[in-house]
């Protein structure tokens, strides 16, 4: 089956292929967000459908695969928003660090920037990534949605409250106790080793 788009003849359909061509990197793209095999493979599956039932929609302005993420996306999102209940109060956005050498914001200041450049740069890294991953996974569920969605998915503030249903003063609010708390697991565990 393919589905011609209407404004630009290059961008098609063609979701007999989907599997073969995008579903490795939409699990990858899946499992990196929400660190779960499972709910991986259904909101990939999710997605495919979505796009079957709503192939007419499209309408070519991107290419399949692009369409295809957006999809993956908005089911990311209501996945996080199912399991979302509480909501907070008051407004803090704090830095780790006031002052000094480390001021700012750490973890995306220390993020690695070149995952390939050698071997023992990439089992450092790949210790690192998985102590991070460790870190987060022991934060409270909340705080834990929060971060990814805006730390490392990088949601929009507006984006992740919206869908959420917490208000902007909430987010900042569960970002600053969850970049606390991740601060304090990585001294521990990573930087005191």
Known sequence: MKVMSQTNKSNTLTPDKWVDLYADYLFKYAISRVNDANISKDLVQETFFAGLKSAKNFQGKASEKTWLISILKRKIIDYYR?????????????????????????????????????????????????QLEHCINSLPEKYAIVFRMKTIQEFETEEICKELGITPSNLWVIIHRARTQLRNCMEKNWFHK
């Open 82 to 130: 199912k399991i979302n209940s509480t909501k907070g109060k008051a407004e803090v956005r704090m830095n780790f660090y006031e002052s000094g050498e480390n001021q700012g914001d750490w973890i995306e200041e220390c993020i690695p920037q070149d995952w390939n450049s050698d071997i023992e740069k990439n089992i450092e890294n790949e210790e690192l990534k998985t």
